[in-house]
């Protein structure tokens, strides 16, 4: 909680513009896996529909997603990350590594290692608890950053 904590108040202060922690985990989800619709993001965090749909509709009011026709041919519509939204969630993931890389800098390279084998652990762990995957490759880190960096590298 302090950790997160520390990243909400440099996003204060250091850009106002920095994106909500709805609309950062939206637009994660997405980046990961590509366009999905309303019913898919609401599958994926385990939501009810109106508010993913609440979510999103924000998201389109700001330009940072758009509506598309789905690409594998299916009759719902999929919300895309636009460039803008891309580069704002690009500028947020590297406040926020930027965020851990202050908290563990005098951490020993073996002291991040363990540290974030044992967050990987720990969010698979949560993951089949829940019952909900994040879609990675094993040698992608959360949010689709690649692993075996420096946490202080990573997005979460």
């Not at 999905?36 to 330009?63: E, K, P």
């Amino acid at each position: 909680m302090l950790l997160s904590r520390h990243q909400v108040l440099a996003r204060r202060e250091r850009d106002p513009e920095r994106l909500d922690r709805s609309a950062y985990l939206l637009l994660c989800r997405i980046d990961t896996q590509g366009p999905m619709s309303i019913g898919q993001l609401a599958d994926a965090f385990g939501l009810d529909t109106s508010t993913v749909n609440r979510q999103t509709a924000a998201l389109l009011r700001c330009g940072l997603a758009e509506r598309v026709m789905d690409p594998d041919g299916g009759t719902a519509r999929k919300l895309r990350i636009t460039d803008e939204g891309g580069r704002r969630l690009r500028a947020d993931r590297e406040i926020n590594r930027s965020c851990l890389a202050e908290v563990v800098a005098d951490w020993s390279p073996e002291e991040v290692r363990q540290l974030e084998d044992a967050l990987a652990r720990l969010n698979r762990s949560a993951e089949a608890v829940e019952g909900r995957h994040w879609p990675r490759t094993e040698e992608e880190g959360a949010c689709g950053s690649q692993g075996g960096s420096h946490p202080g590298q990573r997005s979460e």
